[in-house]
């Protein structure tokens, strides 16, 4: 019985963020109840009993919207069309302002067990300029309130590049989430996305477009900070205490399969990439009647898998492995890309030790530039 990871999209959200532009939707409420029974019927359409799911990641949007009941349901309905694995990892994503004791000790009965906290700022003034609801009191009050309801493995997000009120609001901050010592932290850099709210203030002159030298000096000081502090980094945006990295994610980077369920979700199976709806209205009338919500479903070749396969991997700290390429792939990998590597390397973007390709701290800031080099 082979594994796959299951992504579960909850798209509600009390109030969109100046920065998103994943598959949200406020003032749709109302509308949660119809959603959880589309999901029950997704899953059920897409049953596979003879596959083991090791990981199920709730994600959003702001699934800590949903009851924890609704939460113990789409366990249950995976559980009854797949298999999940003993001590398979399940994260939910929640704002760090609608949770409460009850509702984490509920969640976590239900079979929870990773809180994944959009922070994103312990500074009351970022999270106000970002369009959060919550305050860094909230941030305090749910990590306190999650231990206590018995979570040994939260993951916090936080946005770097942000406009700061003082020279050294960043290195302040860093030493204050290193004193919060959950198990795992994502740093992720403020983008300025089309079609959202910070791209409409970017035009318009009411914000300023992210300085990217500012965003580079933050993400290096992240980088010496948190080891320091006992944090391990292993992904370009990711860090965790020793065997806390999040096992639903390496499974992208890994190129691993995975199914993701609900409106604007996106799977890799069986070779090909599978994408759902994005509209709500669209999702939910097609699984009222039944029908899969797939709109798109594209056959990957092996040039664009053997992309995938290392773009993917050179996020990792540890690499892409030569001899896993040519075990996959029947390909040289160093032979393949020689130009590009041996330019990479000059450049100072990468380095090889022990069979492997890997990122030098340079070209984790540039890593988008690196990742072109192996398009097809």
């Known amino acids: 019985m082979t594994d796959i990871s299951l992504y579960i999209h909850i798209p509600f959200c009390a109030r969109r963020c100046a920065y998103c532009s994943f598959t949200s939707f406020t003032g749709r409420n109302r509308q949660i109840p119809e959603y959880i029974e589309a999901l029950a019927r997704e899953i059920s359409l897409t049953r596979r009993p003879q596959r083991s799911v090791a990981t199920i990641y709730f994600g959003g949007g702001t699934p800590s919207l949903i009851q924890p009941e609704d939460i113990q349901r789409l366990i249950a309905e995976v559980n009854r069309h797949y298999c999940i694995t003993e001590g398979a990892e399940i994260t939910l994503e929640a704002n760090p302002g609608t949770v409460n004791p009850g509702y984490l000790r509920n969640i976590r009965l239900a079979g ?214 040519a075990s996959w792939y029947n390909i040289d990998l160093f032979h393949r890309f020689e130009t590009e590597i041996n330019e990479l390397i000059g450049l100072g973007l990468m380095d090889i030790s022990d069979g492997r390709l890997r990122l030098t701290s340079r070209g984790r800031l540039l890593g988008n530039e690196v990742f072109l080099r192996f398009l097809p």
């Not at 910070?198 to 990217?212: F, M, T």
């Not at 209205?281 to 039944?290: K, P, Q």
Request: net charge negative.
């Open 112 to 325: 929870v067990n990773r809180l994944s906290l959009g922070a994103q700022s312990l500074d009351d003034r970022d999270l106000g300029s970002l369009g959060r609801t919550h305050s860094q009191s909230d941030i305090y009050m749910a990590i306190a309130d999650a231990r206590g309801a018995g979570f040994d493995n939260i993951s916090l997000d936080f946005i770097y590049g942000l406009s700061r009120s003082r020279p050294d609001g960043w290195e302040l901050m860093l030493g204050r989430i290193a004193e919060l010592s959950v198990e795992h932290l994502s740093l992720y850099g403020l983008t300025v996305e089309e079609g959202t709210p910070l791209a409409a203030a970017v035009r318009s002159g009411e914000a300023a477009v992210p300085d990217p030298d500012a965003a580079a000096a933050e993400y290096e000081q992240a980088t010496e900070m948190l080891k320091v502090a006992g944090y391990q980094q292993y992904e370009i945006s990711n860090w965790a205490r020793p065997g806390r990295e999040s096992r639903h994610n390496l499974v992208y980077w890994r190129r691993g399969e995975y199914l993701g369920l609900g409106v604007g979700a996106h799977s890799l199976l069986d070779n090909q990439r599978l994408s759902n709806t994005a509209d709500l209205d669209d999702y939910l009338a097609a699984l009222s009647h039944g029908w899969m919500p797939c709109v798109t479903e594209d056959t990957i070749n092996t040039e664009t898998a053997l992309a995938e396969a290392v773009i993917l991997g050179l996020r990792l700290n540890r690499g892409v492995s030569a001899d896993d390429i």
